[in-house]
């Protein structure tokens, strides 16, 4: 599906959702059936093409990048979903803060912007998420950096151990209930069982 914008994805190094994570969370999607759903991590529209597919949902997708934002513009348009997707150009914690200020809820979280801010954000997915409503982490062992007890090359520790943070983070909240999935690059999803 959507092969030709995973095919500009590839040519241009631009880095989407794989097979099999793809896989699950259009199952996800469609099982929860959610009205709401954001997306932190727009690119060129490709997993927001998915959710949309997936579910009947309206799409709010951030994207700090503007070319990328403009290339998504046009691909939603393409497919004629642009009157159920919303693109914000910005910083997702700007956006983040402001929904959360603003009582905006949604019911499905799929989270896939930068991948050191995930612990940043999860305080503020909290409360903009409805009672039940799921976050879909990708990327959360970060080419199995995450998991591994070998030194973490100096590039990549701040990132790794934000990560590591995020996992901690679900894993004692009591706000979250959480299952870390061994698919692909890794998949968090936390169900939000109670307020903060
Ligand atoms: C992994 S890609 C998203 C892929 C997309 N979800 C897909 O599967 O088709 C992550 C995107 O997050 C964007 N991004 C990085 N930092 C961001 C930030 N602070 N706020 C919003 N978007 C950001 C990047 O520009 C990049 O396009």
């Known amino acids: 599906m959507f092969e030709e914008i995973e095919k500009y994805a590839q040519e241009n190094f631009i880095p989407i ?3 099999l ?6 199952e996800q ?5 959610p009205k709401k759903i954001l997306e932190i991590g727009t690119a060129i529209g490709f997993s927001g093409l998915l959710l949309l597919k997936s579910s009947k949902a309206f799409l709010t997708t951030i994207e700090k990048d503007q070319h990328r ?21 910005d910083d ?13 809820k949604f019911d499905f979280v799929f989270l896939d912007g930068p991948k050191g801010q995930y612990y940043r954000y999860l305080p503020m ?20 950096l995450v998991k591994s007890n070998l030194p973490i090359p100096h590039k990549s520790r701040s ?8 996992l ?29």
């Open 17 to 19: 959702i794989r097979p």
């Open 69 to 89: 934002a403009e290339i998504a513009k046009n691909n939603f348009k393409k497919y004629g979903v642009e009157d159920r997707v919303k693109l914000i150009c």
């Open 159 to 166: 990132m790794v151990n934000n990560m590591r943070k995020y």
């Open 92 to 104: 997702a914690m700007n956006v983040l803060k402001s929904f959360a200020n603003n009582n905006e």
């Open 125 to 144: 997915l909290a409360k903009i998420l409805n009672k039940d409503g799921v976050v879909f982490a990708d990327d959360v062992f970060l080419h199995g």
């Open 21 to 26: 994570s793809r896989q699950l969370l259009c």
């Open 168 to 196: 901690l983070l679900l894993e004692k909240s009591n706000c979250f209930d959480s299952k870390v999935l061994d698919v692909e690059d890794g998949i968090a999803i936390s169900r939000k069982i109670d307020e903060l």
């Open 29 to 33: 999607v469609k099982n929860l059936n």
